[in-house]
């Protein structure tokens, strides 16, 4: 795919990226293996609970920690990007890990004393997160989208993965609820789903996905009529849009969620730093993971210790080996917060919202 190279400060010039394809791609591998399995008699809801987890267990430390370990070095990268000071003082450095840690501390609290609450900002988190980390990598939005285009796209982006799952399989919320919360569903029968099936929260869901999505397709063909320069990335993007979908309504969302998390979502982000810290540089993605790795050793090791004390904390709670999985989740709830302001700040550094005036090959909505 081209690069764009547009003077635009909203420059991921790695759209032809293999990095960019490897997501998609593992997920197309995950539901073909989906589909052979019931093909041959075997439904994917039987599959051991150990296959399910194990892309967080092979990705966690090496992609889904790390991508978010880089976020004390942002600050100082966009500094030095627009000509200040690189490096940032002490003082910064302190005032930048306190209130990353006391933002944590915060979400953590609220999965103690309100685990329905905290579940429920975690997953709109989360999607609001996933779209954002989509949405840097569109060409044709940021060459002639306006912001409903930009909207629909991070809302769908974001909420096929989170909020189609809690749909599809509403029991395997409930039990994570449960899970969260350190009840036993043996002894007051099975724990509810968070959306029960009919009700109006239920039926908000499925129009926010249902129309973010409607709006991302119509909106995306009518632009693809107009400006046959998009039409291959429209439909790259639309593609993956559909393979969200399919992925989410079909494979056990904590596989899926693994695979995507790791392989789409984490090393996204990481070629976005690559890019935005060295552009024009094109190692390969394992150089580039392994610069990166490099580079966030330290910060990664310290949030595994971080999760450890919360492991220590918690143990009590901890009754089969799942519930590390589940007391993952929770940590990783917590670093979301503030990864999803510093991610935020990247999307403003590079101009993800600004749209280019009519004339300019852009449009104002
Ligand atoms: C709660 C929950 C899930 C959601 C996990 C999510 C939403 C992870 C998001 C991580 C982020 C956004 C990290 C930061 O970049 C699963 C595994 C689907 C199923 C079990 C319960
Ligand atoms: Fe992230």
Same mark, same amino acid.
């Given at each position: 795919?081209?690069?764009?190279?547009?003077?635009?400060?909203?420059?991921?010039?790695?759209?032809?990226?293999?990095?960019?394809?490897?997501?998609?791609?593992?997920?197309?591998?995950?539901?073909?293996?989906?589909?052979?399995?019931?093909?041959?008699?075997?439904?994917?809801?039987?599959?051991?609970?150990?296959?399910?987890?194990?892309?967080?267990?092979?990705?966690?430390?090496?992609?889904?920690?790390?991508?978010?370990?880089?976020?004390?070095?942002?600050?100082?990268?966009?500094?030095?990007?627009?000509?200040?000071?690189?490096?940032?003082?002490?003082?910064?450095?302190?005032?930048?890990?306190?209130?990353?840690?006391?933002?944590?501390?915060?979400?953590?609290? %609220?999965?103690? @004393?309100? &685990?329905? +609450? /905290?579940?429920?900002?975690?997953?709109?988190? !989360?999607?609001?997160? *996933? #779209?954002?980390?989509?949405?840097?990598?569109?060409?044709?939005?940021?060459?002639?989208?306006?912001?409903?285009?930009?909207?629909?796209?991070?809302?769908?982006?974001?909420? %096929?993965?989170? @909020?189609? &799952?809690? +749909? /599809?399989?509403?029991?395997?919320?409930?039990? !994570?609820?449960?899970? *969260? #919360?350190?009840?036993?569903?043996?002894?007051?029968?099975?724990?509810?789903?968070?959306?029960?099936?009919?009700?109006?929260?239920?039926?908000?869901?499925?129009?926010?996905?249902?129309?973010?999505?409607?709006?991302? +397709?119509?909106?995306?063909?009518?632009?693809?009529?107009?400006?046959?320069?998009?039409?291959?990335?429209?439909?790259?993007?639309?593609?993956?849009?559909?393979?969200?979908?399919?992925?989410?309504?079909?494979?056990?969302?904590?596989?899926?969620?693994?695979?995507?998390?790791?392989?789409?979502?984490? +090393?996204?982000?990481?070629?976005?730093?690559?890019?935005?810290?060295?552009?024009?540089?094109?190692?390969?993605?394992?150089?580039?993971?392994?610069?990166?790795?490099?580079?966030?050793?330290?910060?990664?090791?310290?949030?595994?210790?971080?999760?450890?004390?919360?492991?220590?904390?918690?143990?009590?709670?901890?009754?089969?080996?799942?519930?590390?999985?589940?007391?993952?989740?929770?940590?990783?709830?917590?670093?979301?917060?503030?990864?999803?302001?510093?991610?935020?700040?990247?999307?403003?550094?590079?101009?993800?919202?600004?749209?280019?005036?009519?004339?300019?090959?852009?449009?104002?909505?």
């Amino acid at each position: 795919m081209r690069a764009d190279r547009s003077p635009s400060t909203f420059d991921c010039q790695a759209r032809g990226s293999i990095a960019l394809w490897l997501g998609p791609l593992a997920l197309a591998g995950v539901l073909i293996a989906a589909g052979m399995s019931e093909a041959l008699g075997v439904p994917i809801r039987s599959w051991p609970v150990w296959v399910e987890w194990l892309p967080w267990v092979v990705g966690l430390a090496v992609l889904g920690m790390p991508h978010g370990a880089f976020d004390h070095e942002i600050g100082p990268l966009l500094r030095r990007l627009s000509g200040r000071d690189r490096s940032g003082s002490l003082k910064a450095h302190l005032a930048f890990a306190s209130g990353y840690l006391l933002l944590m501390a915060a979400v953590l609290l %609220v999965w103690w @004393v309100a &685990p329905g +609450l /905290a579940l429920a900002l975690f997953l709109i988190a !989360a999607a609001l997160h *996933f #779209g954002q980390g989509d949405l840097v990598w569109s060409r044709p939005l940021r060459v002639a989208g306006g912001r409903i285009d930009r909207l629909a796209f991070l809302l769908t982006r974001g909420c %096929v993965p989170i @909020v189609l &799952p809690v +749909l /599809a399989f509403p029991d395997l919320f409930g039990e !994570a609820l449960a899970r *969260f #919360g350190g009840q036993t569903t043996a002894s007051g029968g099975p724990p509810p789903p968070p959306l029960p099936q009919g009700t109006a929260a239920w039926w908000t869901a499925w129009l926010l996905v249902g129309g973010a999505s409607l709006t991302q +397709l119509i909106r995306g063909v009518s632009l693809a009529s107009r400006r046959a320069d998009l039409r291959r990335d429209i439909a790259a993007e639309l593609g993956e849009t559909a393979l969200l979908w399919a992925s989410f309504a079909l494979v056990p969302p904590i596989l899926a969620m693994g695979v995507y998390f790791h392989v789409w979502h984490a +090393l996204r982000h990481v070629e976005r730093i690559a890019d935005l810290a060295a552009p024009g540089r094109r190692p390969g993605v394992l150089a580039t993971l392994g610069w990166f790795l490099k580079r966030t050793w330290p910060t990664n090791t310290a949030a595994f210790l971080l999760m450890g004390g919360l492991g220590w904390l918690a143990w009590d709670r901890i009754r089969e080996p799942t519930d590390l999985g589940f007391l993952a989740l929770a940590f990783l709830s917590a670093v979301t917060i503030p990864h999803l302001i510093v991610v935020a700040a990247m999307d403003r550094f590079q101009g993800v919202w600004s749209v280019k005036p009519v004339g300019s090959g852009g449009s104002i909505v």
